[in-house]
């Protein structure tokens, strides 16, 4: 597991960063490793009136209480690099140099500086979504604390406003002070950019719900959530 094959992908909790990273993963650009993907670890929105069917939560998730990434919102006092990527390689049954890795954490959103100096070659994905009222909203709709992977409990004693906040804040600096651009989760992103088939079925629903579209497509598409691409060539 190399440097440059390493994504790692953040967002604050209820920002749809886990529907892009279903997406994310139908990319023959990025490439990505996907043993990580299991039938123990996948989530669906049963309470969801026109998405219950679509896998929401897909693959390995990092941060305190969760299966992987034990204090990562703090790695500095609880890792080195070479721990810490032992820690990501454990998420992967099969490493494999030629296809890349997402690392989708929370909680890595806290030490965003720490990332880039310690992992240069890497590329880092970033998701946000406004206010951050909604973030916690969409969150508590999908499962809050009932979600069964990956588990919340590192939330619990929390308040919830204040840490999605306080992830978004660190994202949008970041993102202000290295002058990377936005982008809306249009379906020109996903087929031009990042050439996904935007038509196969899954990744067609996806879109479509992130884009508060009715399953018929019908509607404005809302473009609240964005995407950031740091280090990446698209």
């Not at 810490?84 to 806290?110: G, M, P």
């Not at 990332?115 to 880092?124: A, E, G, H, R």
């Not at 996903?190 to 196969?200: T, Y």
């Amino acid at each position: 597991m190399r440097d440059d094959q390493l994504i790692f992908f953040i967002g604050a909790p209820g920002s749809s960063w886990s529907r892009i990273a279903t997406i994310l993963g139908y990319s023959p650009k990025l490439n990505l490793n996907l043993s990580d993907y299991s039938s123990e670890r996948q989530y669906y929105i049963k309470n969801s009136k026109s998405w219950s069917h679509l896998i929401n939560h897909q693959g390995s998730y990092f941060g305190s209480e969760m299966e992987f990434g034990y204090r990562f919102e703090d790695p500095e006092s609880f890792y080195n690099k070479i721990s810490f990527k032992n820690e990501l390689a454990r998420a992967f049954s099969e490493l494999d140099d030629t296809k890349n890795y997402l690392i989708k954490s929370h909680s890595l959103a806290y030490n965003i500086d720490w990332l880039v100096n310690n992992f240069p070659k890497s590329k880092i994905i970033f998701v946000i979504k406004q206010p951050i009222e909604e973030c916690v909203e969409w969150w508590q709709n999908a499962g809050g604390f009932d979600i069964t992977y990956p588990r919340y409990d590192w939330y619990k004693d929390k308040d919830l406003h204040k840490e999605f906040n306080k992830q978004q804040l660190s994202i949008k600096k970041f993102i202000n002070d290295c002058g990377y651009p936005l982008y809306a989760p249009t379906n020109s992103l996903f087929r031009d950019k990042l050439q996904i088939n935007i038509d196969e079925k899954p990744v067609n629903e996806h879109i479509k719900a992130i884009q508060l579209l009715n399953p018929s497509g019908e509607g404005d598409p809302d473009y609240r959530t964005q995407i950031c691409f740091y280090n990446m060539d698209i």
